[in-house]
């Protein structure tokens, strides 16, 4: 099994910052791709970031110039740094990680989801 635990979701002025991170933990063997979603109240969820286990990152159109994408691999982390924040973030913010597992003798994909963080960015 594979876990992700978000983290760093608050209540936030327009303007301000907030840093989410995710961590994976369980029998992970490599982990390729790490994303972040957000899902506004009344909305369907929507894709936001994505970074690959070479780092390049990339952004939906609305979030670019003020969220960055990281990841720590020795830490099996990924973190959205989200500048000027804006009332339009508001939402749940959920991370999703594809890899390999490894369990034992056998090597399987997964690909796993957190709870999600509440980011609420007031006016």
């Known amino acids: 099994q594979v876990q992700l635990v978000e983290s760093g979701g608050g209540l936030v002025e327009a303007g301000g910052s907030l840093r989410l991170s995710c961590v994976a933990s369980?029998?992970?063997?490599?982990?390729?791709?790490m994303y972040w979603y957000r899902q506004a109240p009344g909305k369907k969820r929507e894709w936001v970031a994505g970074?690959?286990?070479?780092?390049?990152?990339t952004y939906e159109d609305s979030v670019k110039g003020r969220f960055t994408i990281s990841r720590d691999n020795a830490k099996n982390t990924v973190y959205l740094q989200m500048n000027n924040l804006k009332p339009e973030d508001t939402g749940v913010y959920f991370c999703?990680?594809?890899?390999?597992?490894?369990?034992?003798?056998?090597?399987?994909?997964?690909?796993?989801w957190g709870q999600g963080t509440q980011v609420t960015v007031s006016s």
């Open positions: 999703n990680v594809d890899g390999i597992r490894h369990n034992g003798h056998k090597y399987q994909d997964f690909d796993a």
């Open positions: 369980g029998d992970i063997f490599s982990i390729a791709r």
């Open positions: 970074t690959s286990n070479s780092g390049s990152a």
